[in-house]
């Protein structure tokens, strides 16, 4: 149960938290492949299986694991290496990495995600904490939000303890009077937890808790996490 007298702050996760991550991350390589079509047209060929680009993307966490938290460096060497791979010319990779980044960004957000910020930035300072690489200023959430961290620019991913420190210091309270939010049981629940914030499970599609750690409150949609929120008293922003 949240002790909610004790919160003075709520962090965020993105993906899969506000909007749907695979149905934009899929546009995006659509209209990537649709790029290569017509600048490398070579690499298009190679890679018109349904899922190669993704694929060659997987592969890169595995050849380049010092990139793990960077998802934008992973993107652009595996753009790089399909290049490369295809006789395409390899600094094609800049340009082509900037038309998936600027499509991954015109994301769809849940129903409920405008107004639940809304509520919820009205009442305490909002911190963004991701391990993707999506921008807040572009995809239009800036004004709810004190700041936003993310893995590539901090150096550490979620469920690392640094990393959920770092924001509660940007929000100007102590670990403990930060509630978490997001979607992923492991990196956002049990990460939040560990690392001594209050944590919510935002848990949208009715999976099962499998962890051993207790399980947090958990909703269904940040509509139900608002009603939780409004029984308790409001922090200045």
């Known amino acids: ?57 997987n592969r890169m966490v595995d050849l380049r694991p010092d990139l793990r938290a960077d998802l934008s460096a992973l993107r652009r060497e595996s753009i790089r290496l399909a290049l490369g791979q295809a006789g395409d010319p390899t600094d094609l990779a800049e340009p082509a990495f900037d038309v998936f980044f600027a499509e991954r960004q015109r994301v769809t957000m ?41 893995a590539r620019d901090f150096g550490v991913a979620k469920p690392d303890p640094r990393i959920f420190h770092a924001a509660a210091e940007a929000a100007g309270v102590a670990p403990h009077e930060v509630l978490h939010v997001g979607d992923d049981a492991a990196l956002d629940a049990v990460g939040a937890l560990q690392s001594g914030l209050q944590a919510v499970w935002l848990n949208r599609e009715q999976q099962a808790w499998t962890h051993e750690h207790p399980a947090p409150l958990t909703v269904q949609s940040l509509t139900e996490l608002c009603a939780w929120l409004g029984q308790g008293p409001q922090s200045p922003a």
């Open 1 to 57: 149960m949240l002790d909610l007298a004790r919160i003075r702050a709520i962090t965020l996760d993105l993906d899969d938290t506000l909007w749907p991550i695979w149905p934009t991350i899929a546009r995006a390589e659509e209209v990537l492949a649709q790029w290569l079509q017509d600048h490398a047209p070579r690499t298009a060929e190679l890679f018109a299986q349904p899922g190669a680009l993704r694929e060659i993307r």
């Open 110 to 150: 849940f129903d409920d995600a405008h107004p639940s910020l809304q509520f919820m930035a009205a009442r305490y300072p909002l911190v963004a904490v991701s391990n993707g690489n999506a921008d807040i200023e572009q995809v239009g959430l800036a004004p709810y939000f004190k700041a936003a961290l993310n």
